[in-house]
Structures are given as structure tokens and as C-alpha cells.
């Protein structure tokens, strides 16, 4: 992964997309809207297609563009896909826990990809290594794979249901026969999962920028709890059996989704301009600019400025360049890696009091070396506005973040955090204000501000 400035945010998830069609070969597709996805995860990639009965697959350590070649994309021909980008939150980063995960099974074989995290996987692992499972892999993915061979004798679909029945935690699944495509999304809908529509088939994705970029249009996101399946009949939706309350990731909002995407009829570009706009009237300040830590904060920025009134201009320049393995043995070059991801613009700063807009501040290592980037360079004041609530409580549902001793928000109160990065005010968005923003009163998991976990959770990493 990134270091340097990313070392102060919470770690991308996964991403899953599936394609099923009549008589394409659909892997440029594939390698296409996994790209589109590639901020979920960096450290691994993979498809798996079929073709006449066949799974065929690729996966390696890397990004997109490091795992496939033409080369490689050419000798996987088949009409129906699957794809996986992946950030470890379970199981080493190595590539023997790369996805999709093929597996071949009495009736058959099918392939798995997987968004998000169990939390009663270690149980489950136990209990069939007890009878005698063997495991390939450290993560909770081969868990599902081997519950659903487990149930084979229902068929896939019913074994689905059956081994639903039994996980605990967020899963976005996309899961791919020799004839069906399916896709399952975890009962409380912590894990985004869409469906889409292309001239001779349909696609499942993380996210909708991956069907904009492969020309698919979208229809519609599939619902908590629901399993949808594809074949040559068309499209099949077996709903939810029991009644969960929705609690989808606010962080997908927040951070993780990109700015052109939709997630459950929220446009997040909107969403986060709207925090910006919440943020400037619960936190207004006397100052002459606005600027944003990019790219994330860019649009919470604009609503800052557009609900202050203060103008908004670019401070810091980033350089999209650095790779993703740069070393930093040292504090030094730590502090150097900071100011090579990021650069101060001048001319934009110099002489001003400065409001300086980003998503979230985990640590807050990070947010004080940026504070004082921008008063070595000449900035009179740097007012801190944040379009998350404080970060208080470890999340186990997908997303890698540090033990609650590392978190600032759980540690230190908001007057002594701005003290720490050296800011002249912080102000963090509300949860009532974020809340607001979604333009909904309920709906979204929001226990890594309040604790309130919409399931039972293991406590060892409190």
C-alpha cells in the first residue's frame, strides 16, 4: 500500500465485479471495470471466466496494469467473469490470498469474489477444519467457498441461502458458475453491490463508475439480503428471508467510493459537497481561503466554500506518481514522504488564514504535518474543519483500521487533537449533520463514531 500520507487513513476494502453475456468474450471488460475500481484495493487482481463448462483464471499480486498483459487477457476467452481487486482486512497480503477463489466441488466448480469482512469466520474455520477441511488460504473468503461446497446437494442457489444463513458480518459477493453469474449482498447491506445492463447481458459491481467505464447503464442496487442471479433466462432475484435493519458502510460515503459514483440513489459527489456546506455553518470561521487535502476532501471543500462564502482555491498539489511501495526508514523520510505526495502551493497560502477541509483524521500523524507544511510556507492561521465525526471505535466489518489506542478521536479529546496538529481551530461535522447530508434519517452503520455495531462483535480489538 501507499505510505506517507496515506498512513493517516483508513485502508480501502475490496472490489468485486462480475459480468454475464450471451457470446462475448468479456475479459477487456473485466480487466477495464476492475481499473475503474482499483481505488478499493492494490495489492492483488484477478478474473476467473467460463466458457463451455470451463473456469479458467488469472490472479497475481499487484495492480491491474502489473497482473494482466494482452497476452494474458487473450488466452482467458469466456462469456461469463468475474473480478477482484483486493486490500487485505483478513488473511496476509500474499498471493495465495488473491481472488477469485476457484473452487472445484463434487457437483461442478465456481468461483468467488469477495467485499468485506466476517466477524464469526475464525468459529466457522475451526469448526470444519475440525471435520477435516483443508484450507488454502488465510481469508475468511475460503470460508464461504467451502460452507457453499458444503451444501452442494441444495444446488448453488439454495446452498447461497443456506450459508447466508449462517455468516455474520459484510459481504458483497460476486460468485460465478460454468452457466450463472450471482450476486449476493450481506443481509444488513454493509457492503455496496449494483446491477447493470449491457446490450447483451447484465454486470455486478462495487461500485457504478465500474459500469459507466464499461458502457453499462445502471439498473438498480442490489438489496440488503438479496441474491440475484444471471443465466441465460435473464435475471432472477431471490430476496431476503428475514428482516435486518439496513446499515450500509457511511464510510463508502465518506472515503471509500469515488466522487462519480451512485451507492444506494446517493450521488457521493453531492453527498460530500453537502458535508462541506453542513461543516461550514456548524463550524464557521473568520478566514480568507479554502482549500481541501486532495482528492478526497475536494468536494466537502467546495460545499465549505460555497456555504462560508470563503473562496476556494487549490493549496496542495498532488503528485499522483509515487509509488506504491516507497520506504521510509526513517522519521525523516517519513515527514519527506509527506511533502512528496503532497506540495504546497504558495501563492494560494502565503499571507492567509487558511481553512484546510479533509474527510477524516484517523491518527493524526499525518494532519499535523500537512498544518505545518502550510505555515512553514507562509499561511497566517490554519483553521482544521473534518467532513467525518471523530473516529472512535474499531470497525470489523472490512475495513483495516488501527486498534482503538491509535485512534485520536478515542484517545484525546477535540481541544487537545487540534493542539496535536498544531491547527488554530478543528472542527469536526456532526454525526445529526452527516446524517443531514445523506438526506435520509437512517440507514448507514455508524459504529466507528458511536460504538453502536449493528451486530454482535468480537472485543479483542477494542
Known sequence: MYQGIELDKLKEECGVIGIYTEDSNITNMLCFGLLALQHRGQES???????????????DMGLVTEVFDDDTIESLNGNIGIGHVRYSTTGESYAYNA???????????????????LVNADTIRDMLEEDGVVFQTSIDSEVIANLIAR??????????????????????????????LIGVRDPHGLRPLCLGKIDDGYVLASESCALDTIGAELVRDIEPGEIVVIDKNGVKSIPSNKWCKKNMCIFELIYFSRPDSVLDDINIYNFRKRTGKVLAKEYPVDADVVISVPDSGNAAAIGFSEGSGIPYAEGLIKNRYVGRTFIQPSQELREQGVRLKLNVLKENIEGKRVVLVDDSIVRGTT??????????????????????????????FGIDTPNRQHLIGAVKPVEEIKDMINADSLGYISIKGLIESTGREEGYCLACFNGDYPMEVPKNKE
Open 151 to 180: 451444501y452442494h446437494k441444495f444446488g448453488i442457489e439454495k446452498a447461497i441461502r443456506k450459508v447466508m444463513e449462517i455468516l455474520k458480518g459484510a459481504f458483497a459477493l460476486s460468485v460465478m458458475t460454468e452457466d450463472k
Open 367 to 396: 494532519s499535523r504535518r500537512i498544518v505545518n507544511m502550510l505555515k512553514k510556507a507562509g499561511a497566517k492561521e490554519v483553521h482544521v474543519r473534518v467532513s467525518s465525526p471523530p473516529v472512535k471505535y474499531s470497525c470489523y
Open 99 to 117: 481472488q477469485p477463489l476457484v473452487v472445484q466441488y463434487r457437483k461442478g466448480s465456481f468461483a468467488l469474489a469477495h467485499n468485506g469482512n
Open 45 to 59: 487482481a484477478g478474473v476467473a471466466v467460463a466458457k463451455d463448462g470451463e473456469i479458467d483464471y488469472h490472479k
